[in-house]
């Protein structure tokens, strides 16, 4: 058997209501639509002609599963667009809690930092406990020779001004002991020869020969001085200038060894220099890893922002779709109220029982106490009398319907509220003693 479907809801309906009451009249099925079903038609044609079809199917239907299938359909129209079932077969109303009775949306989108922070927690680490920067410490000079060049200094500086003595002269000694001895030979020779001459006998010839060697001798030695003088000023000059060299050769050692130690100091501080920029290097490599970290994990904050506000985004949307099916269904539940109070107001209750609320005719009819509702789990025998068809006080419609439009979700004190609201209509006259009595009863308290 085929079964009605209904489209998806449009802003503008396919039907009006004029050709759903026509198609209904022609399938004989008016008389089958609850005043819920009509009320809904009304405001949506095209719910109440999905309707109608799922009615067409439920009375051809040939077996009880079929009759089911189409009841869930018209159910399913029904909770959809107006909030209410019709039972097993779609003639009776029960209003459903307005769904959802609160507004639930999943949680928003945390950020307990990026992807990237244990790292840049690393880095900023690394980068407090870096240091700073040592080297060791650069060479020393220390001298070897400063005191060998203080001693010749001091000997140059302090070199006696040449004299020559000839007492004090070795070597004018030796000469004077060899021209000694060679003129005192001299002389005996000279002697010996005279007195060969002259017979043995002394002669001033003899002595004035050998006064001749011994003199000569002597103008030798006389005549060594100046040789001796200059050979001992040449080496008075030759130990100046043995100082002089001396003092030479250890200043070049001395230059030799700074020059060394210059090499070393020059070599130290481009080592220094290259450590430095080594460690420079590393630091700054910390830092430009840290800036990238937190670059990162900036971009995935800024990423989680433009989540959250597409969060926010949507869920006020929600929360506005949340808001406008609350006000659809409050409307469509107003709706059937203010039919179903138009109808009593001439006698017809069968909207109010449609809502679940039964009217038994007060005791003492003609009193003026009017058609009240009867509590939950009583029964129309209960409230006895017949219909008069005088509706009820305007004060106990008002509780009334202020009870019916409470959201089922609510977490207030509604029998607190309204057992106070029912006491001061009663006091001021608004509501009779009979009427607050089965208001009381109706609520539960």
Sequence with gaps: MAMATLSTPSTRSQYTYDQFIQQAQRDGLLSEFSDADLALAQRNPDAGMSILSYKRDYRDAATDADRELANLGA???RRSYGSYTGGNDGSQYYLEPLSPNMFEYADAPSFSGGSHSD???DLYGQMLDYGDFEYGPAP????????????????ILNNPEFSYDPATD???????QQYTREGQRATADALGIAAAASGGLPSSYAQ????????????QLTDMIPQLYQLAYDRYLNDYN???????????MEESDRDLYLTDLNQYNTDREFAYGNWLDRYNMLANNLQTGQNLDADEFDRYLAELQQY???RDFAYGQFLDEINDQTADFETLVGMAELGAQYGDYRGLENLGIQLPQASGAGSGSGYLPAPAGEDEADGGGDESGDSISPGAMSILNSYLHINPGTNSNVASVFGTRITNALSAGQITQEEADYLRKMIGI
């Design 119 to 121: 790292t840049v927690e």
């Design 75 to 77: 159910e399913g129209v």
């Design 312 to 314: 926010n985004t949507d």
């Design 208 to 219: 004035t020969a050998a006064n001749q060697q011994a003199n000569y001798y002597a103008a």
């Design 170 to 176: 070795q070597l004018y000694q030796n000469y004077k």
């Design 242 to 252: 043995m100082m002089i060299s001396d003092l030479g050769v250890v200043q070049g």
């Design 140 to 155: 020393e000079y220390t001298s070897r020779w400063d005191g060998t060049m203080v001693d010749l200094v001091g000997q």
